[in-house]
Structures are given as C-alpha cells and as structure tokens.
Nanobody, 124 residues
C-alpha cells in the first residue's frame, strides 16, 4: 500500500517562498513522483515530476520558479516554490506512479497514487 503524506503548505505574500514535502511509504524507488495542484473552480493540473533517473519536467507556468527534488534516503519528495504568485494559490497534491506522470506529448497523466493535499495560499 503506497501512502503519500504532504506537509509544508501555508500562506505567503507574493514574491515569497514555500517548500512542500511529501513523505512516501510502500512505493518503489523506480516510481515517477510528482506534484499536481487544483485551484478552486479550475481543473487539476500537473506542476512538476521527477523520474527515478533524476530527470525532471515542469509546467510552463512554474518553470524557473519551482524546483522538484527527491531524497531517497528519507523517502521524501520536495517542491521548492520561489517567487510565488497569487495564481499559484491551490491545493497541492503529491503523486506517484509506477510508469508515467507526463507523456511525451506533454500531457499530464493522472497517477495511481495521490496524497491528501496541502493548501498553498499566496496573497498579493
């Protein structure tokens, strides 16, 4: 049973930073790990993903501002979010999948496993 538990959300002013953490258990180190988000009234969207070989992919809206990383020794996935904007306000979900989170065409794929989410609120 794969379990994903997020932490680190909160409220911050525009231009500020937050670091989200996701502690994973029951998964394999070969899994693709990532972050999705959903703002009120909007569809869920992929934010960032990291493969087992360390390669990363980001949504255009966060490229250059967010950094995804993983500490396999601690079974923890991170999302460093800098230069936050009000439009980054959303519930952020940790995700894990044995195969894929983003296709070669660029489309994000719903994962097999989700965390419960952590709220990020950015005020202007």
């Amino acid at each position: 049973q794969v379990q994903l538990v997020e932490s680190g959300g909160g409220s911050v002013q525009a231009g500020g930073s937050l670091r989200l953490s996701c502690t994973a258990s029951g998964h394999s180190y070969t899994y693709v790990m990532g972050w999705f988000r959903q703002a009120p009234g909007k569809e869920r969207e992929g934010v960032a993903a990291i493969e087992s070989d360390g390669s990363t992919t980001y949504a255009d809206s966060v490229k250059g501002r967010f950094t995804i990383s993983i500490d396999n020794a601690r079974n923890t996935l991170y999302l460093q979010m800098d230069s936050l904007k009000p439009e980054d306000t959303a519930m952020y979900y940790c995700a894990a999948d044995p195969a894929i989170l983003r296709s070669y065409s660029g489309s994000w794929v719903d994962p097999l496993y989700w965390g419960q989410g952590t709220q990020v609120t950015v005020s202007s």
